[in-house]
């Protein structure tokens, strides 16, 4: 029932920026808490940022001052901007959402950083 789709993954050099979307069906109600996670190659996935409904965010350290999570209720989506990217930000960045007991996760998008 629940879906997620990420986009605006991509490649883009070191310093540059990229606006991701995740968009939510399959609900008729906004979750409580939607979030963006990364997974690099030969590590295990992390947290980067989480947003509540009350628009209450939290910050993974290493994104902190860069990335910025926000949601658009009326529209389901929830968007991360990403700024001064890094090699070490190349990563698949998933969405989740979470209603307890259950979280839900889009298929990821790409992220690759480098010259």
């Known amino acids: 029932q629940v879906q997620l789709v990420e986009s605006g993954g991509g490649l883009v050099q070191p310093g540059g920026s990229l606006r991701l979307s995740c968009a939510v069906s399959g609900s008729t109600f906004n979750f409580r808490t939607m979030g963006w996670y990364r997974q690099a190659p030969g590590k295990q996935r992390e947290l980067v940022a989480l947003?509540?409904?009350?628009?209450?965010?939290t910050y993974a350290d290493p994104v902190k001052g860069r990335f910025t999570i926000s949601r658009d209720n009326a529209k389901n989506t929830v968007y991360l901007q990403i700024n001064s990217l890094k090699p070490g930000d190349t990563a698949v960045y998933y969405c989740s959402a979470q209603r307890f007991p259950f979280n839900y996760w889009g298929q990821g998008t790409q992220v690759t950083v480098s010259t």
């Open positions: 947003i509540t409904s009350g628009n209450s965010t």
